[in-house]
């Protein structure tokens, strides 16, 4: 069953502390992307890759951070420097290019206590 | 810059009404329009291209170049197309989409 796989789907964090969050696709897509949800704001891009050893700065990189060692994998940490981290987390991925739209993943809300 | 724009955050109407979801861009090439849709519960997916003019569930969007817009619309809403909508834009920057901040549509039966 092919797709793009998100965990955990509920993440609790401590102020202060760094996490991370994974996701996992096995459609063969070089392109993967992280998007941030807020109510309002629609889809703000955090990070993106199009490529292994690869990504560039989205829009509202400050306090994230990724990494793309395998296709299939583009894990994102939420850092301490994320000013406000409470938000739904979504993951996507493309073949290159992106024009024929993207997979997305089901999401991980974050909640900082 | 570039820049989606959904005027409404909320379009509320009744069953078998024609409903439309605006969209207005900001892009001084050539864009790739999408719509996306988010049912409750389910995740976000693609609804449909502005390159492949083709109709999804009913629903239909033209792009207008001279006034920058990608409209979707539909003749007779029904119940079950209450649901998050998207529309977003794709430059010349690697794929990236530029997401607009969404219009929650809700059908009143």
């Known amino acids: ?113 | 810059a570039q820049r989606v724009t959904q005027p409404e955050k909320l379009l509320s109407v009744f069953k078998g009404a024609p409903v439309e979801l605006k969209c207005n861009y900001s892009y001084s090439g050539s864009p790739e329009l999408f719509w996306y849709v988010q049912y409750s519960r389910q995740r976000l997916q693609l609804l449909l291209r502005h390159i492949s003019r083709e109709s999804i569930k009913g629903f239909t969007a033209d792009l207008n170049k001279g006034e920058t817009s990608f409209h979707l619309k539909k003749p007779f809403a029904q119940e079950e197309d209450s649901a998050m909508y998207y529309c977003a834009l794709s430059g010349n920057q690697g794929g990236k989409l530029i997401f607009g901040q969404g219009t929650e549509l809700s059908v009143k039966p």
């Open chain 1, 1 to 113: 069953d092919g797709g793009i796989t998100q965990s955990p789907k509920y993440l609790f964090r401590k102020e202060g502390q760094n996490v991370t969050l994974s996701c996992e696709q096995n459609l063969n897509h070089d392109a993967m992307y992280w998007y941030r949800q807020d109510p309002g704001q629609g889809l703000r891009l955090i990070y993106y890759s199009q490529i292994v050893n690869d990504f560039q700065k989205g829009d509202i990189a400050e306090g994230y951070s990724v990494s793309r060692e395998k296709k299939e994998s583009f894990p994102l940490t939420v850092t301490s420097a994320q000013k406000n981290p409470t938000a739904f987390y979504l993951c996507a991925s493309s073949i290159t290019g992106g024009d024929y739209g993207y997979t997305f993943g089901s999401g991980t809300r974050l909640t900082v206590v």
